[in-house]
Each structure stands twice: as C-alpha cells, then as structure tokens.
C-alpha cells in the first residue's frame, strides 16, 4: 500500500494539504452570527495507528461530501461539530491522531458528549500489521511520533497500547495492510455512501486464506475447509473461486447447500441484534486453506445470499492471487 500512504505517513500522494487547487480545507464555512440552533450533525472520527492511512481515508471522506478536519485534537471536536452545525456543513469528518498520554480516554469522552447533545458519531479505526507499518516508515525514512529516540516497533507498540480503548469500541475496523489506495476506497464508500440519518448494516464479506493468518478486523470468521479442496483436481488447480467451472464444485458438495442455509440463518437471527445495538458495519470472514477456491465461492455465495435479503452487502478477496 505504497501509494496510499506519502511521506508524512497518511496521505494519498499528490497535492500537499494547502497548495494552491487542493480540495481539502479546515476552514468551515460561514455562519449566521446571529443563529444559536444547530442541527444534528454524522460525525466520522477517523483515527488509528500512524502511517496506516488515516489521511487516505479522510480524503475518501471528502470525496463522499464530509468536510473533513485533520490532526484535531479531542479537545475541539465538538466546538468545530458546533460551528459547523450553524453553518451549512451536514456530515463532518475528523482525523485524530495520538498527541497525548490520554488520548484514548480524552477522544472517548469527547465522542460521549457529541452523541449526548444529539450528533451521531461513528469511529473508524484504521491499523496494519506491525511488519507493514515498519516498511512503509522505512520506505519513506521517517520516525515514529511516538519512538522518542527507540526502535520504530517500540513507538508502534506505545501506539498500539494507547489506543486499546478507542480501538474497542471502533464502528468500523480497517485493516490497510493489504489494501491499495482504490480497496480502501471501496471499503469506505460501502459504508458510507448512504444519505439519511440511519444507513442500514453494511456486510463486508472477506475471503481469506488461513496461512496467510485471521484477518484482524473480522467479526464473524467462518472456516470452509471442511469442503473437498478443489487444489486436487489438476483441471481445477489453476482457477479461482470467481471461475463457474470451481464455484459449481465448491457449491455442488454434498453438505455446502446445508452449511450456507443453516449459517445464513444464524445471520438472519444476529442481524437484527446488531442492528437495534447500533452496529452498522459487520466484516464477515470466510478462510480456506489459500484463500483461493473455497472461500472465494463461498464469500460470493454469501454475499449473493445476504444482498437478496436486503443487506448492502460487498465482497472482497484478501489473498486472492498470493499463490
């Protein structure tokens, strides 16, 4: 994910934030001095681990019709939600980066009271693997924020432990380690992308291959390997889970029809649950052994199965063509 991130370890290569012709801009518009009603406000913080691509996903975010702030600190979000919310602004984006020991606890409780005074706020967490950030740092020979004269691991590590709290209780986990600028997109704008004050759960349903390891941002982790491994048969080795020829394999096994109905069932039972919990957001992971036959026709399969029941379902194929 080279091109997602630039040298300052967030943004998508281009136009620097306030060049001449760059769209992005922390200045709100104007308001009525006069006016002391505000309505409610979506609210996205966007925050996570330095160098995951926090500021790609801010830009994607402006590109939906937020107005997006960056390296606010907890302290301002809500009177920048506020000024905002008397002038013309509907959707408002914040990047929040770690700038102090109580970070965590300072953005939680500044996310309380946005939604107490009636804004609806999501949180998108953004992270990576430990071995992707320490590549893209060194790639763009820069140090950590939080290394303070340690390794590069050391200040990942610092970061990691400071955010445990907010990373918890995150609407939407991204995992950028194996996304390009245009994936993480696509993953963004399926949650998104809806107008109205309730967007509906959007499913995200990932196939992955278990020795490439669980993907962190799951949910729901569904094992296929209990199906015959196409891999065997020479004439299907070759092709993936997306060919009609391994998908009519894979779905036509004596127990595959059983599996998908009775686990879309237990979806049918969930669903509604996360829903009157608020969750809006839920990664569905199917694994096989690669992450090549198997998983990849039974994501599709599920991801056709949840749309004709009225879920904004997506699929995405993590280690599809890692063999």
Not at 70 to 90: F, Q, T, W, Y
Not at 118 to 133: S, T
Not at 264 to 281: A, F, H, Q, T
Request: glycine share 10%.
């Amino acid at each position: 994910m080279s091109e997602l991130t630039r040298a300052s370890g967030g943004g998508v290569l281009g136009t620097p934030p306030g060049a001449p012709g760059h769209p992005h801009t922390d200045v709100p518009p104007p308001i009525d001095p006069t006016s002391t009603e505000t309505q409610p406000l979506d609210v996205v913080v966007v925050t996570g681990l330095s160098g995951a691509g926090k500021n790609s996903a801010g830009r994607v975010l402006e590109d939906l019709g937020f107005f997006v702030v960056e390296n606010l600190p907890p302290a301002l979000l809500l009177p920048m939600v506020e000024l905002g919310a008397r002038g013309d602004v509907r959707r408002f984006a914040a990047v929040v980066d770690v700038r102090s020991r109580a970070f965590s606890s300072d953005l939680q409780e500044a996310i309380r009271v946005l939604a107490e005074v009636g804004h609806r706020p999501r949180v998108v967490y953004v992270h990576a693997r430990d071995e992707v950030l320490v590549r893209r740092y060194e790639s763009n020979r820069r140090e950590h924020p939080l290394q303070d004269g340690g390794t590069l691991i050391d200040g990942i590590t610092a970061e990691r432990a400071l955010l445990t709290g907010i990373a918890g209780e995150a609407d939407l986990w991204v995992d950028t380690s194996d996304l390009n600028v245009h994936q993480l997109r696509a993953t963004l704008e399926n949650s998104f992308a809806h107008e109205g004050q309730a967007p509906p759960l959007t499913a995200t349903v990932l196939s992955f291959g278990f020795k490439y390891g669980l993907p962190l941002d799951a949910d729901l982790v569904i094992d296929a390997r209990f199906l015959p491994n196409p891999h065997w048969l020479p004439e299907l080795r070759p092709h993936t889970g997306q060919d009609p020829d391994v998908r009519d394999y894979v779905l036509g096994q004596e127990d595959a029809g059983a599996f998908l109905d009775r686990y879309l069932d237990v979806l049918r039972l969930l669903i509604p649950g996360y829903r009157r919990e608020g969750k809006r957001y839920l990664t569905l992971a199917v694994g096989c052994t690669g992450g090549k036959h198997r998983s990849v026709a039974i994501a599709e399969e599920f991801a056709r199965r949840l749309t004709a029941d009225g879920v904004a379902a997506a699929v995405q194929h993590r280690d599809l063509g890692r063999e």
